[in-house]
């Protein structure tokens, strides 16, 4: 027994290196969430940096491989620029991710970035240390929110780019009088979609900026309408730059290899089998993002299968975004409605994280199931594509912006009226693997074509243009 236990644990110990190694591999934002395991740390680093060198030409000689034709970035005409990013938070959230994504690919072009978090916690928390220790490694520097420093680098900046609504707060309690000196270069990224962000304590300098950056065609219309009605305030030249997946998450989703062995990983930590059919979804767990509806939807589906007497593998639902500690009512009801309904051994809650690769190589179905107006634009979902794996949204928010209704998934109402039809798609998806399939490939052919990283980038590179050139402009007269 004990010859066999060693050989086991040695397999075990082999396999789970494997694991780790891949995921050391995964994107810029997934990257971050290791930053807390310190032991993975400078691995991550090393890939990460030497492979935005090759590519930007932004390295000394040593680091260009010879013979091979360097990729100039759409964004090194910021190079030596100084350019100041100013985020309400630093937390593992979308927008401070983000954010601090745009922060590398400007210093991988050899732009000068400062970072100001304006709602720094009194005590340093792990997050915000790992967090701001990634910047300062990368070269970002890390500026107090208040105090001279702040005012003279806002002064000194080419380019501020307030990010969030909740930003624009700062201005005032910071520059105070200094503000009209500093609007015309601002650019200001919005991804909120909820109406309590549209109070003139955040926006009332948003007509005086250069530019908005907006991540969907229809949350910009929303802020154009609402600041309109609501606040009698003019929207600036709005500019709408849909995102892109990272090539480093792109390096995985397009390896069979690392997708298998991730896959099987998941699957065993979760005690399902290889042919179980696994719809997920991957969010924050709040009642915005409808995890809620989602459950409801699965039992349906469970009771349709059951009545046509269909024969199937196993389907399970995974709820990845989970938070106990944070003891939320809501999150209580949500494992209270799967006990009373006895569906718990077809029920995963696993705990929040930014490792979604692994879990996107695991599953056959994204559920996005954001309510109301939806997703600003929903990363996880082009992310999901990229793995070929087909996405039952709502048809609300940026989600329509990116999934093609009938072609890459399929799409159904927000609020109660959508529960059926989600269940619905769940058991088509369930019982015509084909079409699954198919759809996937479609997903994946679309990120392809509109949603990588260059992508991104050359989108973001003409909206910093305009705003140079506008800032420019503005200083002459």
């Known amino acids: 027994m004990a010859k066999h236990s060693s050989v ?4 075990f110990r082999k396999r789970w290196l494997t694991v780790v190694a891949l995921l ?13 395991r310190a032991s993975l740390e400078s691995s991550c680093d090393c890939r990460v940096d030497v492979a935005s060198a090759k590519r930007y030409n932004s390295s000394p000689e040593s680091a260009k491989p010879i013979g091979v034709a360097v990729t100039q970035s759409p964004l090194s005409f910021m ?15 979308g927008g401070p991710l983000l954010l601090m994504e745009l922060a590398f690919l400007l210093r991988s072009v050899g732009a000068e970035v400062c970072w100001i978090t304006n709602q720094r916690p009194s005590e340093t928390n792990n997050v915000v240390y790992s967090l701001e220790h990634k910047m300062l490694h990368r070269g970002v520097q890390v500026v107090s929110a208040k105090g001279q420093e702040a005012i003279d680098t806002a002064l000194k900046a080419d380019l501020v780019v307030l990010n969030t609504a909740v930003a624009g707060k700062w201005l005032d309690a910071v ?18 979609m909820r109406g309590h962000y549209f109070s003139l304590d955040y926006v009332k300098h948003l007509p005086y900026v250069a530019g908005a950056m907006i991540d969907s065609h229809v949350t910009a219309e929303y802020w154009k309408n609402r600041t309109q009605e609501r606040l009698r305030i003019k929207m600036p030249k709005t500019h709408v730059v849909h995102l892109g997946n990272s090539n480093e998450l792109m390096e995985i989703a397009e390896d069979s290899v690392a997708k298998r062995i991730l896959r099987e990983h998941v699957r065993e930590s979760l005690g399902v089998r290889n042919d179980d059919i696994l719809f997920a979804i991957i969010n924050s767990v709040t009642r915005g993002k409808g995890q809620d509806l989602f459950l409801r939807a699965f039992h349906e589906s469970l009771q349709l299968i059951q009545e046509r007497k269909l024969q199937l593998p196993s389907i399970h639902a995974v709820v990845v975004g989970s938070d106990m500690t944070s003891h939320s009512k809501f999150e209580t009801e949500l494992r209270n409605f799967v006990i009373s309904k006895k569906i718990e051994k077809y029920v995963h809650f696993v705990n929040k994280t930014l490792t979604v690769a692994p879990y996107l190589a695991a599953i056959d179905v994204l559920v996005q199931n954001s309510q109301a107006r939806g997703e600003c634009f929903g990363r996880i979902t082009i992310e999901a594509m990229a793995f070929q794996l087909p996405v039952l949204g709502t048809a609300a ?4 912006e990116i999934v093609i209704d009938g072609t890459t998934g399929l799409l159904h109402p927000v609020g109660k009226e959508g529960i059926m039809p989600l269940a619905k798609n769940i058991v088509k998806l369930a019982t015509h693997v084909e079409r699954r399939l198919t759809m996937g490939k479609k997903g994946y052919e679309r990120v392809k074509e509109v949603f990588l990283e260059r992508h991104m980038e050359e989108r973001i590179a003409a909206v910093l243009k305009d705003v140079l050139q506008k800032a420019k402009e503005h200083q002459r007269t």
């Open 8 to 11: 086991a644990m040695a397999l």
């Open 24 to 36: 050391v591999m995964l994107s810029v934002t997934t990257a971050i969430a290791f930053l807390i």
């Open 79 to 93: 190079k030596s620029r100084l350019v100041l990013l100013v985020s309400h938070e630093l937390s593992l959230s």
């Open 175 to 192: 520059l105070k009088e200094q503000v009209p000196r500093v609007l015309p270069k601002v650019l200001w990224w919005i991804h909120e």
């Open 397 to 400: 928010g940026g989600t329509r």
